[in-house]
């Protein structure tokens, strides 16, 4: 018999019972050939052009879902960043272009659009820099746009003053998103060492070195993970690594060969498979329960970074050994809001935003989906934006930073999104001032390579 | 010509009809049955069986929405899937 009943049963109950699924299919589409110094035409050609481009995706995507038993929660499409593609338009400011991104998401169906970015890791270009000030306004008026800023790298250090203007951004975009819980910061997110091909919002943009169009996939499987780790009888630290190995192993098999049968099908080239473990809202599709799992009372005691450690890293080993197109962020992702493990450990007092910052040393991102008090000054949001930002540089990783200063909230209060991005309680950040340390600004340098202790 | 094989999957409460009522709908789309096994999971009663197509016109939406009406008029739930999304997964 070819396939054993067994591998034909967990399959199916990865599926049915654990939530296993295929968390993303992105399309990434160059807009570099769309310029053009009148911003009505660039929005036109961007707009035909994604439209051209991905108007298949999503018939495609159901279908291969059909065809596996899969499912395909999300398509979505990520672009060149805007601030790069729209350079060359004569106007003030970029509004029009997330207007005609979000009208091209609508026409195509797909829930997310990334891209209106800009790269500016060691300064920014006046394009750069109408796009930043655009966001605010960007995000309020649209559904669909996600926005992301890359603000440092390991080699170019950390840009300050993008830092310090980031923080301005993030307390406009909330306060005029204010009546929906200021969801607009939910759209946002600052990074360091971003990378050019992840698929999962809100980070996803097309970056530069990546090809005219290609499809990557987010495979996600926390449920998975969980149930696996809490099947073993007893098992040494050793022996969940092992476990959490193979498991992200066939999460990822099946990853690829869905992403390579929608590529085919659309003929377009296959990108990567991120795999990473992007918990849900759902009870059990959690990254908290994994770590619990391990032997934590709460996610956040002492003990939590090392338990995230083990998984990050087992979670790659498996993805690696299964794919030779891994790609994106692959990891864990804990985002507050999210998961409701996290959600509880966080009511429950036990994780705290400091214990969070610990965390993101060692997973695949950052500080995610966390919503603070609406009177948080922008220079403490960008010193947290900094303190991040100075991890990912430092350990030669991607973190990022995606917060919610919830207007009119304070700490107990607590934020309501609804769907994948949850509702999050309102965390308590230092009263202390980091003013005069953000309002230098210029650029810390880039870190030595060597002495590395 | 091309072969496709598909693992159909029945879950619930093991009932008279079931193979019958499966079978029908796989001989009126030309589905050969290649494996047939029941067994359980988690004491669920479940049946797994592999089908083969050959013909070219079989719509495979079509094909799953009649075993989604024959499930629901079974009371099981009963899932259609191709089967390399067992073999990719569990196989290197």
């Known amino acids: 018999m070819y396939l054993t009943s067994e591998e034909i049963l967990e399959t199916i109950e990865m599926v049915r019972m654990e939530n296993l699924d295929i968390r993303t299919v992105t399309m990434g589409i160059s807009l570099r050939d769309c310029s053009h110094p009148d911003i009505d035409i660039f929005n036109q050609n961007i707009y035909e052009k994604i439209v051209g481009k991905a108007e298949n995706l999503v018939s495609t995507a159901e279908a291969v879902e059909d065809l596996y038993g899969i499912p395909i929660i999300n398509k979505r499409i990520s672009v060149t960043p805007v601030a790069i593609a729209a350079e060359a338009c004569q106007s003030p400011d970029f509004v029009s272009v997330a207007q005609t991104l979000d009208k091209a998401a609508k026409e195509v169906g797909v829930n997310f659009i990334g891209g209106f970015s800009a790269l500016v890791q060691k300064g920014m270009t006046n394009g750069d820099r109408r796009l930043i000030e655009s966001i605010p306004e960007a995000l309020a008026k649209t559904e669909r746009v996600c926005s992301s800023i890359n603000l440092a790298s390991s080699k170019a250090g950390i840009n300050m003053d993008a830092v310090a203007l980031m923080g301005d951004v993030i307390k406009k975009a909330a306060k005029l998103t204010a009546d929906a819980d200021s969801i607009g910061c939910a759209k946002l997110v600052v990074f360091a060492n971003a990378p050019d091909d992840n698929p999962f919002m809100a980070g996803a943009f097309h970056g530069v070195g990546e090809a005219e169009c290609v499809i990557n996939a987010g495979v996600s499987g926390p449920g998975v993970v969980n149930s696996a780790v809490r099947r073993l009888k007893n098992p040494s630290l050793g022996e969940i690594s092992e476990e959490i190995k193979k498991t992200a192993f066939k999460i990822t098999r099946m990853g690829e060969m869905a992403a390579r049968e929608v590529s085919q099908r659309l003929g377009v080239e296959f990108g990567v498979v991120d795999i990473s473990l992007a918990p849900t809202p759902a009870v059990g599709d959690s990254v908290a329960e994994i770590l619990e799992a391990m032997g934590l009372e709460r996610c956040g005691t002492h003990g939590t970074t090392a338990a995230l450690a083990l998984l990050n890293d087992a979670v790659k080993k498996g993805g690696a050994m299964a794919s030779s197109s891994v790609g994106g962020l692959s990891g864990a992702f804990i985002p507050v809001s999210e998961d409701a493990g996290m959600i509880r450990a966080v009511n429950d007092g036990a994780l705290s935003l400091e214990k969070l910052e610990a965390m993101t040393c060692v997973c695949s991102v950052g500080l995610d989906m966390i919503a603070v008090p609406g009177d948080t000054s922008a220079s403490t949001i960008s010193a947290i934006i900094a303190d991040e930002m100075a991890i990912g540089v430092i350990n030669k990783k991607t973190t990022a930073v995606r917060i919610i200063p919830a207007a009119g909230k304070k700490v107990g209060d607590s934020v309501e999104f609804g769907g994948l991005l949850g509702a999050a309680p309102v965390m308590n950040v230092s009263a202390f001032s980091s003013e005069e340390f953000i309002k230098r600004g210029g650029r810390i340098p880039a870190p030595i390579q060597s002495l590395t202790n | ?92």
């Open chain 2, 1 to 92: 010509m091309k072969t496709d094989r598909f693992v159909i999957t029945v879950i619930g409460v093991d009932t008279v009809g079931i193979v019958a009522g499966v079978t029908r709908v796989m001989s009126d789309f030309s589905v050969n049955i290649i494996d047939i096994r029941q067994t359980l999971m988690e004491d669920i009663f479940t049946m797994l069986m592999i089908g083969e197509v050959k013909n070219e016109n079989f719509i495979l939406k079509d094909f799953q929405e009649k075993m989604t009406e024959v499930g629901q008029d079974l009371k099981v739930e009963i899932r259609v899937q191709h089967e390399d999304v067992f073999r990719y997964m569990h196989r290197i």
